[in-house]
């Protein structure tokens, strides 16, 4: 029996400093900039299902790139105010904003976290020159593959 534990635990430990390592060396690197518009909430209505997706592919830009706690509240500031601007509707931009000022904290192990662009764990921390530079070139890369953004991506084809 202890030759056993004895073996579970070299084993959890190697399986460990593997996780632990494996974090360390990804967590300098940017990766690649997805959205999928209002993340677990409606893009739009049922007229308009696209009516508000803009406010949260812009949203999406933000809290992928990540940064300080103040940009993640100016973030979500915009996006509530975008929200109302498109709809007239406060209690909506209410809602969704309350949505994404609890759900969105970068400890919440989402992939819509603030700075879900960067390997967990993150946090609040701003943005370097270098990290700046990552991000725009993200951007870039992104707008070449995909010219209409997320939320209309089908116009290509009208």
Known sequence: ???FLSRLMMVVGVLFFTILGS????AKGLHNFTSDGCSLF????VEDRGL??????AHDISYWKGGTETERKEADRLLKECILLKTGNKVLAR???????VG????FPAWYRW???????????????????????KLAEYQTKHPFGYCK???KER
């Not at 974090?23 to 990804?26: A, E, H, I, M, R």
């Not at 409606?42 to 209505?45: L, S, Y």
């Not at 969704?96 to 000022?101: P, S």
């Not at 700075?115 to 070139?137: I, S």
């Open 1 to 3: 029996m202890q030759i």
């Open 52 to 57: 508000w997706c803009d406010c949260c592919f």
């Open 42 to 45: 409606p893009d739009g209505t």
């Open 115 to 137: 700075g879900y662009g960067w390997q967990y764990g993150r946090g609040y921390e701003p943005l370097t020159l270098q990290e700046q530079e990552q991000v725009q070139k």
């Open 104 to 107: 969105g904290h970068p400890a």
């Open 95 to 101: 809602l969704i904003y309350n949505g994404v000022r």
């Open 23 to 26: 974090g360390c060396l990804s």
């Open 153 to 155: 991506k089908g116009e």
